[in-house]
C-alpha cells in the first residue's frame, strides 16, 4: 500500500499550494564571489540568469537568491547586499512571472527591497538576527522561514557548542519565533521551519536533527531541508575532497528527510534532486510518471 502523507498545514508560494506529503524543490543561486560550493560563478549576471533558466528547466520550484557567504569571510555591507540581490530579483521576476523567488538574507532593509521588486519568500537563515525582519515579511505578504541556529551571529562558526537536547531545544525555538512571526502578520500558510544545519552545531547536532527531522515535521509547520553538500555530510562520510564528493550523502539525506514529509528542499543539484524528490513522490502513490513494462 502507498504510504499516508504526513499531516500538517499547507505551505502556499505565490498562489501555489504545498500541501503535506508534496515536496518542492528550492534552487540555490548565489551571488557572491566566495560562495563555498561554486566560488563566485554566479556573481556575473548573465551567468546567474542562465542557471535560473537551467534551473526552472531541470524542475525547480523557486529559486534562493543570497549576496553574502553564510560562512566567515570578507565583511559585506548592506548596500553591497543590496547591489547584488536586489536588481537580480527584479530582472528573474521580469522573466519568470510565476516562479517561486526566495531571497536569503538576515537583513531588514535587503529584505523589504527584495520583496518590492518580486522576492516571495524571506529565507532569514540566522534566525531574526535583525528583529525588523518578519515585520518586513508581513507588510508585503512574503512567506518567512524560521532557522535555529542556537542563539549565533551571521556568519559565525560555532566553538564547543554544547546543547542538552539539541532536537527538543531545536523544536521549542522554532516554534516561539513562529508565535513571534505569527504575532507580526507573516500569514501562516507562508510559514516554515528550518533546523539549519551546521549554523551553531556541529556534526554530532546536524546530523541528530536530521536523522530526526521527523520531530520537526511533527510539529505540523511545513519543515524545509537546507542540507545541500553540507560540512556535516562530509564529516559523516569522512570526506576531505572536493564538494562535489558530498552529492550521494546529500541525496542519500533528501530522499530520508522527503519521505518523512519535509516540504521544502533547498539544493545546488537540481536535476539529481528533482529525480530523488518524485521517486519518493512515485514510491509514496503508487503511481509512475510513465508506465509501459509489462502493459501491453
Same mark, same amino acid.
Given at each position: 500500500?502507498?504510504?499516508?502523507?504526513? $499531516?500538517?498545514?499547507?505551505?502556499?508560494?505565490? #498562489?501555489?499550494?504545498?500541501? &503535506?506529503?508534496? $515536496?518542492?524543490?528550492?534552487?540555490?543561486?548565489?551571488?557572491? +564571489?566566495?560562495?563555498?560550493?561554486?566560488?563566485?560563478?554566479?556573481?556575473?549576471?548573465?551567468?546567474?540568469?542562465? *542557471?535560473?533558466?537551467? *534551473?526552472?528547466?531541470? =524542475?525547480?520550484? !523557486?529559486?534562493?537568491?543570497? =549576496?553574502?557567504?553564510?560562512? +566567515?569571510?570578507?565583511?559585506?555591507? !548592506?548596500?553591497?547586499?543590496?547591489?547584488?540581490?536586489?536588481?537580480?530579483?527584479?530582472?528573474?521576476?521580469?522573466?519568470?512571472?510565476?516562479?517561486?523567488?526566495?531571497?536569503d538574507t538576515w537583513r531588514a532593509d535587503v529584505a523589504?527591497? /527584495?520583496?518590492?521588486?518580486?522576492?516571495?519568500?524571506?529565507?532569514? !537563515?540566522?534566525?531574526?538576527?535583525? &528583529?525588523?525582519?518578519?515585520?518586513?515579511? !508581513?507588510?508585503?505578504? /512574503?512567506?518567512?522561514?524560521?532557522?535555529?541556529?542556537?542563539?549565533?551571529?551571521?556568519?559565525?562558526?560555532?566553538?564547543?557548542?554544547?546543547?542538552?537536547?539539541?532536537? #527538543?531545544?531545536?523544536?521549542?525555538?522554532?516554534?516561539?519565533?513562529?508565535?513571534?512571526?505569527?504575532?507580526?502578520?507573516?500569514?501562516?500558510?507562508?510559514?516554515?521551519?528550518? *533546523? *539549519?544545519?551546521?549554523?551553531?552545531?556541529?556534526?554530532?547536532? %546536524?546530523?541528530?536533527?536530521?536523522?530526526?527531522?521527523?520531530?520537526?515535521?511533527d510539529t505540523g509547520w511545513p519543515v524545509l531541508l537546507?542540507?545541500?553538500?553540507?560540512?556535516?555530510?562530509?564529516?559523516?562520510? =569522512?570526506?576531505?575532497?572536493?564538494?562535489?564528493?558530498?552529492?550521494?550523502?546529500?541525496?542519500?539525506?533528501? /530522499?530520508?528527510? /522527503?519521505?518523512?514529509?519535509?516540504?521544502?528542499?533547498?539544493?545546488?543539484?537540481?536535476?539529481? $534532486?528533482?529525480?530523488?524528490?518524485?521517486?519518493?513522490?512515485?514510491?509514496? %502513490? =503508487?503511481?509512475?510518471a510513465l508506465a509501459r513494462r509489462a502493459l501491453a
Open positions: 500500500m502507498p504510504a499516508s502523507p504526513p $499531516t500538517g498545514r499547507d505551505l502556499t508560494l505565490r #498562489g501555489r499550494t504545498f500541501a &503535506p506529503g508534496q $515536496t518542492a524543490l528550492l534552487a540555490i543561486i548565489n551571488r557572491t +564571489p566566495d560562495s563555498f560550493y561554486d566560488q563566485g560563478m554566479f556573481l556575473d549576471d548573465d551567468v546567474a540568469l542562465e *542557471a535560473v533558466e537551467r *534551473a526552472v528547466a531541470d =524542475g525547480a520550484d !523557486a529559486v534562493d537568491i543570497g =549576496g553574502v557567504k553564510a560562512g +566567515p569571510g570578507p565583511e559585506v555591507s !548592506a548596500a553591497e547586499e543590496l547591489a547584488r540581490v536586489v536588481p537580480f530579483v527584479e530582472a528573474i521576476r521580469a522573466a519568470h512571472p510565476q516562479l517561486i523567488i526566495s531571497v523589504d527591497a /527584495a520583496c518590492a521588486v518580486g522576492a516571495d519568500l524571506v529565507n532569514d !537563515a540566522w534566525a531574526g538576527h535583525d &528583529p525588523e525582519v518578519v515585520a518586513v515579511a !508581513a507588510s508585503h505578504g /512574503a512567506a518567512y522561514i524560521c532557522a535555529h541556529t542556537g542563539g549565533h551571529p551571521p556568519r559565525t562558526d560555532p566553538h564547543r557548542v554544547r546543547y542538552h537536547d539539541v532536537v #527538543g531545544q531545536a523544536v521549542a525555538d522554532l516554534l516561539e519565533q513562529v508565535e513571534t512571526a505569527r504575532a507580526a502578520g507573516v500569514r501562516e500558510d507562508g510559514l516554515l521551519i528550518d *533546523a *539549519a544545519q551546521d549554523f551553531g552545531k556541529n556534526t554530532y547536532h %546536524s546530523l541528530k536533527l536530521t536523522g530526526q527531522v521527523s520531530a520537526l515535521v537546507a542540507v545541500s553538500n553540507k560540512k556535516f555530510i562530509a564529516e559523516t562520510l =569522512g570526506l576531505n575532497g572536493k564538494k562535489s564528493d558530498r552529492v550521494t550523502g546529500t541525496l542519500a539525506t533528501t /530522499a530520508v528527510a /522527503a519521505w518523512e514529509g519535509v516540504r521544502l528542499v533547498r539544493a545546488h543539484d537540481v536535476t539529481a $534532486t528533482r529525480q530523488v524528490l518524485d521517486m519518493v513522490a512515485g514510491l509514496r %502513490s =503508487g503511481v509512475p
